[in-house]
């Protein structure tokens, strides 16, 4: 690390002198030899960089495009392409032509920009309009690169405990997965947005070290040093992006879109480690049920396939441990139970999975055929803190494509049996870990679910993993008022990095809650992409009715807003899949000229709602609105006058306000109150509108559950408001499910602070509402 500083110090040092920092690299004409050479099944523009004085050898740089995003440098054409499982994008290469400046030397030009190399081994990217981005130092060795800027900050490399509240990234780098009992995941990415204009993503080849990746770099005012830390090919990618939101819809579309989760993730997911038996499972399913708390599934940990945990064990492992079976107590009659919770009580099953193996004869098979990992996993027994590292020479090694195929094969009776997902912990062995698990796991999905999505809660992530549609989790959280306030963050941080559906421990895994920080806990993730609650097994389950009337109540008033927004969040996570928007968005990205906003993350932007829950233990409301006119918004019907920004708005919160605003010109589509998702639509939608300015919401439906929507089965119905005609029009294009919404009221929150409720009427392809006449309703 010192050594990595001083090379770092060593380059940006001279870049103070007078003009040099602020100045693009000039070549004089140019004298180096290029070339066209095959790569893949694209081309690749090779650059030979003759010697200098700080080298005696030359470069063979190759430039070429990566999906319809990104430019590909490599730095040395000896070796092959990296074949990373970071880069997976969905579209095709982007078209290039070869170019050559006077100025910035060889290069290649598309219609995401050009990049250049000149003769003294400097790398200029320009955008489409040709303006300079970044530029380089001239290149020395092929491990390393030294990015100018001009002081542009640097954003989406992920976060972990100790710089969750923080959105700015400074120095160094060290991509990493790791998890902290009491303190959470952290999950760094060789990867960055600069607000000079582009993002970039780092890729080396072969395994990790570890939980670690050796793609590092380290970020300053001056610019950004990328090096391989270790000997081997190294390759970057440059995505010219005017914008962060940009730039991270363009880092989507290289490492691979975010595929849309199942439906039924949007709503609520009941979790703990110390179910006791069936009774228990079953009379805790029906108290969901009875007591009217909406949720969709739970999740059973260590005590569905085996009665004891296996932190303590060695390499050799148990004979008594199950690794792939089912536990006596909790799942006696496994087929029959799982068929029981899904058609009767409407809940889906996921079970925990560990990356590693417990039995003995499994061991010894998979030692014998090489399907092992020789490191254990760092940090994060819960039995026992002060471990370093555990299940040493029991990781599978998913890289291994035998391997992955092994336990695909183990898991199928399980989907046959009924279990619907997978609880992905303690991955951490190799960076790589959860990436190569979810693609073993997605072998055994399509050998008995072809065509349905698949879903997985994992503990951290690398990037490209957001392209299998699944759930990230903030790891081992504490319970306290400081861990609360660090989740928003998390998921702020995560989503610029690579993972958009983001869910945390309600209430805390480990320690003591109160009933307090638990419904405060439980408000704040009904505007999170997932929510999830989960204890250890000698606290009390965080489930609503065990903590006393008022703040069940609470809780389920909270449940009860998040089943009413899920269409409106399903079609932001449609959005995400088509390369729109964001769908939960730092204040920085939907205001990023209010420099007053741009530190916040514990106020997000959940679609176009402003969202400011409160995080702190005296119950105190925070909240910054920008310029505009807002309004409160509620899951209930109330009307309230509009609020002019920006201001401030301190002061104590009653324990059921969840402090949320949208501006005027907001559409937000409800569904009725239903107790899961197989109820959906439940009546007609609710589509709201802030009046005030005009507005408008794409909104997306389809059948929930298949990969058609891939392919075009899905309705899309664009929502218009006229606020001089106080008029609300849609149009529908699209094959659309059996399970849209038939009928639809709307109801306007006017700028004079009257709401207005139209009757319900048919929702047709086309149709339209106007706020007047007799088909008016004053409220």
Not at 91 to 98: F, I, L, N, Q, V
Not at 326 to 351: C, I
């Amino acid at each position: 690390a010192s050594s990595f500083l001083r090379r770092a110090k060593s380059f940006f040092a001279p870049l103070s002198r007078a003009g040099q920092a602020m100045n693009p690299p000039f070549s004089s004409p140019m004298m180096f030899w290029f070339s066209l050479m095959p790569l893949a099944l694209a081309r690749e523009l090779r650059v030979i960089v003759p010697p200098s004085r700080d080298r005696s050898s030359p470069l063979s740089i190759g430039l070429s495009t990566r999906g319809g995003t990104a430019f590909r440098v490599r730095f040395d054409t000896a070796v092959e392409p990296i074949a990373s499982p970071m880069v997976q994008p969905d579209e095709e290469d982007a078209a290039w032509t070869s170019a050559v400046s006077e100025r910035y030397g060889q290069g290649i030009e598309s219609p995401i920009g050009s990049l250049h190399v000149s003769e003294r081994g400097q790398l200029t990217l320009l955008s489409p309009g040709g303006d300079v981005l970044t530029w380089s130092d001239p290149l020395i060795a092929p491990g390393e690169v030294a990015l100018v800027g001009r002081g542009g900050r640097i954003y989406g490399a992920g976060a972990g405990p100790a710089r969750a509240e923080h959105l700015v990234r400074y120095g160094n780098v060290t991509p990493v997965v790791n998890n902290q009992i009491g303190g959470g995941s952290e999950a760094l990415t060789p990867h960055y947005y600069c607000m000079d204009g582009y993002a970039a993503l780092g890729v080396v080849e072969g395994a990790s070290d570890g939980p670690a990746l050796a793609a590092t770099f380290h970020a300053s005012g001056r610019g950004v040093f990328w090096r391989n830390t270790r000997p081997g090919p190294f390759e970057l990618y440059l995505l010219p992006s005017a914008t962060l939101e940009l730039g991270t819809m363009a880092y989507y579309g290289l490492v691979g879109r975010p595929r849309v989760p199942p439906l039924w993730t949007f709503g609520f997911i009941a979790s703990r480690w110390g179910w006791a038996d069936r009774q228990y499972i079953e009379d805790t399913l029906s108290r969901f049920r009875s007591g009217g708390f909406p949720a969709d599934a739970f999740i059973v940990d260590f005590e569905w396939y085996t009665g004891e945990t296996d932190y303590s064990y060695g390499p050799e492992g148990k004979d008594t441990c199950v690794d792939f079976g089912y536990s006596n107590e909790t799942f006696p009659d496994p087929a029959r139970q799982l068929a029981k919770y899904r058609q009767e009580l409407h809940f889906r099953m996921g079970g925990i999975r560990k990356p590693r193996l417990c039995n003995s004869q499994n061991l010894a098979l998979a030692r014998t055929n090489r399907y092992l990992l020789p490191q254990g996993t760092p940090g994060g027994d819960p039995t026992n803190p002060n471990t370093k590292f555990y299940a040493i020479e029991r990781n599978l090694d998913f890289s291994n494509p035998d391997a992955r195929h092994w336990y695909a094969k183990q898991h199928e009776h399980y989907l046959d049996d009924g279990v619907e997902f997978w609880w992905n912990d303690e991955g951490e062995a190799d960076y790589f870990q959860y990436e190569w698990w979810n693609v073993a796991q997605d072998e055994a999905h399509k050998a008995r679910r072809q065509g349905q999505r698949r879903w997985s809660l994992n503990r951290a992530f690398s990037p490209g993993m957001a392209r299998f549609g699944l759930g990230l989790w903030t790891g081992d959280s504490g319970a306290s008022w400081e861990v609360l306030a660090k989740q928003p963050g998390y998921a702020l941080n995560w989503a610029l990095a690579g993972a958009p559906h983001v869910a945390s421990d309600v209430g805390g895994f480990v320690g003591i809650t109160t009933a307090e920080l638990l419904v405060r806990w439980y408000q704040m993730s009904v505007f999170l992409p997932i929510m999830r609650v989960h204890s250890t097994r000698s606290k009390t389950p965080h489930f609503p009715w065990l903590w006393g009337d008022e703040a069940g109540e609470a809780m389920k008033a909270a449940l009860e807003f998040r089943y009413r927004l899920i269409p409106y969040h399903y079609s932001f996570a449609h959005a995400m899949f088509e390369g729109r928007r964001l769908w939960m968005r730092p204040m920085l990205v939907a205001f990023p000229d209010d420099r007053h906003l741009s530190p916040l993350t514990q106020q997000w932007m959940d679609g176009d709602i402003l969202v400011a829950p409160v995080v702190d233990e005296r119950s105190l409301r925070k909240v910054r609105l920008p310029t505009g006119t807002w309004h409160k918004f509620e899951a209930g019907s109330a009307a309230s006058p509009p609020i002019i920004g920006p201001v401030g708005l301190d002061g104590e919160a009653p324990q059921a306000e969840i402090p949320a605003y949208v501006r005027v010109g907001t559409i937000v589509t409800l569904a009725p109150v239903v107790q899961y998702t197989d109820a959906l639509p439940g009546g007609a939608l609710e589509v709201r509108v802030y009046g005030g300015a005009d507005a408008e919401l794409d909104f997306v439906e389809d059948d929930g559950w298949t990969m058609a929507y891939e392919t075009g089965s899905k309705r899309r119905t664009l929502f218009k408001w006229s606020d001089d005609a106080r008029r609300l029009s849609w149009s529908c294009e699209g094959r659309p499910p059996a399970t849209v919404y038939k009928t639809l009221f709307v109801v306007l929150y006017g700028a004079d602070g009257v709401r207005l409720v139209s009757e319900e009427v048919a929702f047709d392809s086309l149709g339209s509402v106007a706020l007047g006449g007799r088909r008016l309703l004053l409220v």
